[in-house]
């Protein structure tokens, strides 16, 4: 038997296959931190010496800018993605794109939320830059401005169907090339496949 | 300039080729590919001028799966991704969730969760070192690496009876307490391992063969790595002191003492070296925690059925191959709206064409294995 603390003898007590519903409805223990009762966490705006200097230089670029579980979230025009990315590299000093991805909302005029996470070396901080982007609207490369960008936005072009524009080389890179629509859409079934690909190529009637 | 500055752009088959030049087609069935990725380069002689990779033959969708389960559902599929490091996997996915539900485990998973991802962090990168080894041509290592992964697969086997994809934690905390021993086993393994590292680079560090092969290969400077994204041992390898684990502390990573090895040059050998490091690194962290795991519950009070109020998080931890993040949009339901998974595999594997240009064929292979790509990872 090893030279536990007492309170983790009293729960190896308790049968071992299902230890943690007991132990947490156990009720000599009073020291379960988690037990606190805060508020659940939602979205605040956003109003720092950050986006007041993004707001004084391109205003109406900056749509809003809001904090979600102490996570900066600024959600820019989709025309000025390129000049503010640049900005934010050059003059922000976030130096890192982490990711780029999409969110789909198929019932929005805009369905399309285009995200970056960025992340600064200097300032230890990371920002996230969202714009909004229609269906058959495209939205600025940032390829020029982190060259990361480029599988990432290949990525989300392949799952969303979101063109870039000014991306060197915009092309499929997990789907086969010539498969047709793009998983990732809500509107795109789960058990939805590009049956003529899935004959052609692999002899089968189907995939599932 | 503007060439380093867009790598991964060619597209090789559409390239006119020169008097002298040829395309090799490398894999998907490939074994120093590590899987199913598919290279192929174009040549002048034995020196590549430009490359190109394919992926996506392992591709599952698990993006797409993800929005069709529920949060506790979805958790044993993210240990697919990066099968040779599971855990790890699963420490960032609970994380993530955790943090957008607001609430945290208790400290005593906390510490617990992270001896497992260390001793995962020490698996990984022996498996790295055996198999990279190989393909250079040392047949030896991989024995001996093997040989002490197996004995953390054990430890993994007698908690949770997985050993590869474990699903060892869930949202909350931990399933299982720990069982009677383990702070022994950990550390009959680290009092072990010290030695055993000892041993790996007798056979290797100042190994002639070994040397010639690596120094030099695929370099990576520093202000490429951060444009290209990259991020864990390949960046400390260029210079870049940078670790989450230490920049934005997770887990119970705080309360230890561990040193960020970095190199300078930001060649394979640098990256061989800082990868050692880390696992004697990772030894000292399991030491330090298994002296002191806080008693006291295990699992978080978050009830069965989890809905996270409507929001994002993106929560991200040091995976042994970079930052592995996950970003989570909620709307409500039980269900995840979106799950994103920013795999390091995959932006790391971007930086290849930028190592391999100008590299010979026969490096092509040691600079596929310094990246560590598990393209379990790199296709999702």
Same mark, same amino acid.
Do not use: L, Y
């Given at each position: 038997m090893a030279p536990k603390p007492p309170a983790a003898a009293e729960a190896s007590a308790t049968p071992p296959a299902k230890p943690a519903a007991p132990a947490a409805a156990a009720p000599p223990k009073p020291a379960a931190p988690p037990a606190a009762k805060e508020a659940p966490p939602k979205p605040v705006p956003l109003d720092n010496e950050l986006v007041q200097r993004f707001k004084a230089r391109f205003g109406e670029g900056i749509r809003e800018a809001t904090l979600d579980r102490k996570q900066a979230i600024v959600t820019v025009a989709a025309d000025q993605l390129r000049e503010i990315s640049g900005y934010c590299r050059d003059d922000e000093k976030f130096d890192m794109l982490v990711d780029l991805t999409a969110v789909d909302w198929p019932k929005r005029e805009k369905r399309f939320d285009v995200i970056l996470i960025l992340y600064s070396f200097a300032k230890n901080e990371r920002l996230r830059l969202k714009a909004h982007a229609g269906e058959i609207e495209p939205v600025p490369s940032v390829c020029e401005i982190w060259p990361a960008a480029n599988w990432l936005e290949r990525e989300c072009y392949d799952m969303f169907g979101i063109v870039f524009e000014g991306h060197p080389d915009l092309k499929r890179i997990l789907m086969p090339d010539e498969w047709q629509g793009h998983p990732l859409r809500k509107d795109y079934d789960i058990l939805k496949q590009d049956t003529d690909w899935v004959r052609e190529n692999l002899g089968i009637e189907s995939g599932q | 300039m503007s060439d380093s500055r867009n790598p991964g752009t060619s597209n090789v088959s559409t390239t006119v080729l020169g008097a002298d030049e040829i395309i090799l087609n490398m894999g998907p069935q490939h074994p120093s590919t590590h899987g199913v990725l598919r290279v192929k380069l174009k040549l002048d002689g034995e020196r590549v001028v430009d490359s190109e990779c394919i992926i996506g033959y392992l591709h599952r969708g698990v993006e797409k799966i993800a929005e069709h389960r529920s949060y506790q559902q979805f958790a044993p599929y993210v240990d697919r991704m990066d099968y040779v490091a599971a855990v790890s996997n699963g420490l960032g996915y609970c994380e993530a969730v955790e943090k957008l539900l607001g609430t945290e485990a208790p400290p005593r998973a906390r510490v617990v969760r992270t001896i497992l991802t260390e001793l995962q962090r020490i698996a990984s990168h022996l498996l790295w070192l055996g198999t990279h080894a190989l393909d250079i041509g040392a047949l030896t290592p991989v024995f001996y690496c093997f040989r002490e992964r197996e004995e953390i697969l054990k430890i993994f086997e007698k908690y949770c009876g997985a050993r590869l994809t474990t699903h060892a934690f869930r949202i909350g905390g931990l399933q299982y307490e720990t069982y009677d021993g383990l702070e022994q086993d950990v550390k009959r393994f680290c009092d072990d391992f010290a030695t055993k590292i000892d041993e790996y680079e007798t056979l290797l560090t100042e190994n002639r063969i070994w040397v010639g092969r690596t120094k030099g290969v695929g370099i990576l400077t520093a202000a490429d790595a951060i444009a290209l994204g990259v991020t864990g041992p390949v960046l400390r390898a260029s210079g870049v002191k940078w670790d989450l684990r230490k920049a934005m502390p997770y887990a119970a990573y705080d309360q230890y003492e561990f040193d960020i090895p970095t190199r300078e040059t930001g060649d394979t050998y640098d990256r061989y070296v800082v990868r050692m490091e880390e696992m004697r690194q990772s030894r000292r962290i399991c030491l330090q925690a298994i002296e002191n795991i806080p008693s =006291?519950?295990?699992?978080?009070?978050? =009830?069965?059925v989890l809905k996270p109020p409507p929001g994002e998080v993106y929560h991200s931890i040091e995976a042994p191959k970079g930052e592995l993040g996950y970003y989570i949009v909620s709307d409500g339901t039980t269900q995840p709206y979106r799950v994103r998974v920013r795999p390091p595999s995959f932006v790391n594997l971007q930086a290849f064409d930028k190592m391999a240009r100008g590299a010979l064929v026969a490096d092509v292979v040691a600079i596929i294995g310094t990246i560590d790509i598990v393209l379990g990872e790199v296709d999702r």
């Open positions: - | =006291g519950p295990i699992m978080a009070r978050i =009830g069965k």
